[in-house]
């Protein structure tokens, strides 16, 4: 039976010096993965992943993630190759199609096509195949290699994605699934079908694709103040994936409402009208008992790994620490 991992995720929003810090509190305290968020206007998760290299020893690291339509993927394939041997072989490659590229005028044509051949590329690259390669998207010229030695040619490949299409990629081609922005069990078997459809195109066993669901988190011994930080939070989150949840049954007015006042720059107000159940579905909240009882339901559900996303707490250390002594104790894994 496979064992459960849990993992921090972390926005590329802090100083240099905060995320060593973070990461070693992380690794003694027993999470086996930190990520870095890849979304668009923050710090490029390069920096913080190098910082989190040096300061640990045994966690996994990677973004969560690149998307090749902002970042080509010889340059993806530099970024994680960097990372793989700063960390000595802990590096895990993070693909997503990207959201909010609108917003710097980037579109997004056939995402899942881009997100294949950008693997494809980046494996190309990292295992020294000077063959070329010609996509419908990415190409190679033949001869054209990484002019510097890699750690390995094919660090894990995770992709994030939640519909069906992308689902069967993953099966297809794919370590592991992140379903960002959920905490939600249901979710769990809906994905496990949509990646099988892929992993029995390609003959794969379906239990070597794990399932990462991962979201806001805010615990403290307040969980009053908790919930309420959460809700600010996971406004502008779920303005995006609460349509891709087939299983939430958002009200469209609800929605409607939540996205009018994000736009209008008014988190704090949209967070205020989700109600405590929907709230339970796109977060992590609440006290250490209350935010360990949605991560077990999830590892109770089959995932491979639960991440709980920034900002962890009140604080990024309480929230860390919170984490670390008193909700993973709770967790039967």
């Not at 994680?80 to 997503?96: E, F, K, N, P």
């Not at 994905?191 to 991962?214: H, K, M, N």
Request: neutral net charge; proline residues 6%.
């Amino acid at each position: 039976m496979t064992v459960a991992e849990i993992g921090l995720g972390l926005q590329g929003d802090k100083r240099a010096g905060d995320y060593a810090r973070l990461a070693r509190r992380a690794e003694r305290h027993g999470f086996d993965v930190i990520s870095v968020f890849g979304d668009l206007m923050y710090q490029p998760p390069l920096f913080p992943l190098l910082e989190m290299a040096a300061a640990t020893r045994r966690v996994r690291l990677g973004a969560a993630c690149l998307n090749p339509f902002s970042l080509a993927p010889y340059e993806i394939a530099g970024q994680v190759a960097a990372l793989d041997l700063a960390s000595g072989g802990r590096a895990y490659l993070g693909l997503a199609r990207g959201t909010w590229l609108g917003a710097v005028g980037i579109a997004q044509p056939r995402p899942a096509t881009a997100l294949a051949e950008a693997a494809e590329v980046v494996y190309r690259l990292l295992g020294g195949d000077a063959g070329g390669y010609h996509g419908q998207v990415f190409r190679l010229e033949p001869g054209t290699r990484l002019r510097y030695e890699v750690h390995r040619p094919h660090p894990p490949l995770l992709l994030g994605t939640w519909g069906p299409t992308g689902a069967a990629l993953a099966g297809r081609i794919a370590d592991e699934i992140k379903v960002g922005g959920s905490a939600n069990p249901a979710m769990v078997p809906v994905i496990r079908e949509r990646v099988r459809a892929g992993a029995e195109e390609t003959g794969r066993d379906l239990a070597d694709i794990g399932i990462v669901l991962g979201a806001v988190t805010v615990v403290d011994t307040d969980g009053a103040a908790a919930r309420a930080r959460a809700r600010t939070e996971v406004a502008m989150y779920l303005a995006v994936v609460a349509e891709l949840d087939p299983t939430a049954g958002v009200p469209a007015d609800l929605l409607a409402r939540v996205r009018k006042l994000v736009d209008a720059g008014d988190d704090r107000a949209a967070g205020a009208l989700i109600p405590g159940d929907l709230l339970d579905l796109f977060a992590f909240s609440g006290t250490p008992e209350q935010v360990a009882a949605q991560a077990q339901a999830l590892i109770d559900a089959g995932v491979r790994r639960v991440e709980f996303g920034t900002p962890h707490g009140l604080g990024d250390d309480r929230g860390v620490e919170l984490l670390g002594t008193a909700v993973l104790p709770l967790l039967k894994r």
